[in-house]
């Protein structure tokens, strides 16, 4: 698929229906720096899911350095909300850079960068990844060439997360909580499409855009190179979205279960994920009233467990956690919701 033509001509068009010009951009960002070397429109526009409440979110390239602590600058032009924030061309660079050489490293470590990026990246996950899609005011798309190593670091969180979520689906219908293993499998599948996306190229991490760009990448823009798990994705999605307001069925908890499976081996994690087991991040816990254990973290989340033995054996995959016992399971969804029993890849050395 030809991005540059996509993310182009997405802003055109929108930029023409809002009667604006790349030069209405420039001179909004010039006002605030007048050092700007780019401008890029980003965000909605350029991935043609904005809609008319949209506002039109602008990053300024700039030769100096920016304080690190400086805020968007919220901007009205001609009746338009705009949000202009500006980064050094040398940090952005630096960011792709760190994107470059996390390729080609494990699974776990590629995901311990993403989860620490904020922390200690000057140029947040969230801009980062606007920059690399953003539409210049000459019609290009300057950092493209870092798309690909984008969405392979990112596609790697969504794919953990679907992992997860489809976990946690299992062990709810355990615990008979039907309508909630229903809303852990609708999330788990949109996690999916998103780690199918990312790793296609197509990188958006804000999720209420998820549905809209799988239907678009699947009926107009056909970027798919595995159509089976796609077809497998969307029958089981017209079968799940709407089991949240009847609960989820065995029937469908097994159909989950193998989309695991089938998307495992598209990623290629099988041997990543095939020890993982439920990790306990307490770093302290004692005994309470009977039939019950007091659990607490170094960040002071706690939670009251029931008392249960769990065999050194079980695994994190989803068939393993739909053949645990309700009282096993009950212990594991109440822990990985208070955040004291992990299931990431990352918890695997903790």
Request: charged share 20%; net charge negative; hydrophobic share 45%.
């Amino acid at each position: 698929m030809n991005y540059s033509a996509f993310y182009s001509g997405n802003a055109k068009a929108f930029l023409a229906a809002r009667n604006l010009s790349f030069d209405d951009l420039d001179t909004v960002v010039r006002r605030q720096y007048d050092d700007a070397e780019l401008t890029l429109i980003t965000s909605s526009p350029v991935h043609g899911v904005a809609n008319a409440a949209s506002d039109i979110d602008l990053i300024c390239i700039t030769d100096a350095m920016q304080s690190s602590d400086a805020m968007a600058s919220q901007v009205y032009h001609n009746g338009h909300h705009m949000e202009v924030v500006a980064f050094a061309s040398d940090e952005v660079l630096a960011a792709c850079h760190e994107l470059t050489v996390q390729q080609g490293k494990l699974p776990i470590d590629m995901l311990r960068v993403y989860r620490q990026w904020d922390k200690k990246q000057r140029i947040s996950r969230k801009y980062l990844e606007r920059i690399i899609a953003g539409v210049a005011t000459d019609g290009s798309v300057p950092y493209l060439e870092w798309q690909g190593t984008l969405g392979a670091t990112w596609s790697i969180a969504s794919f953990d997360a679907f992992r997860q979520s489809a976990g946690f689906a299992l062990l709810a219908l355990r615990c008979k909580e039907t309508r909630a293993a229903a809303g852990y499998a609708t999330n788990a599948l949109l996690y999916l499409m998103n780690a199918m996306l990312s790793k296609s190229g197509w990188t958006v991490s804000n999720k209420k855009w998820t549905l809209l760009r799988w239907h678009q990448a699947t009926d107009s823009l056909r970027i798919w190179s595995n159509v089976r798990l796609v077809d497998v994705i969307d029958s089981l999605w017209d079968s799940i979205y709407p089991s949240c307001t009847t609960g989820l069925t065995e029937q469908l908890a097994e159909r989950l279960v193998e989309l695991v499976d089938l998307a495992e081996s598209h990623f290629g994690y099988e041997v990543d994920y095939a020890r993982l087991r439920p990790a306990l991040r307490a770093t302290s816990n004692a005994p309470f009233l009977p039939g019950s254990v007091f659990t607490l973290r170094s960040d002071g989340r706690a939670a009251l467990l029931p008392t249960v033995d769990i065999s050194d054996a079980l695994t994190t995959h989803p068939r393993d956690l739909r053949a645990t016992t309700p009282d096993v399971a009950r212990h594991l969804l109440i822990g990985a919701r208070v955040g004291v029993i992990g299931f990431s890849l990352t918890d695997s050395t903790s």
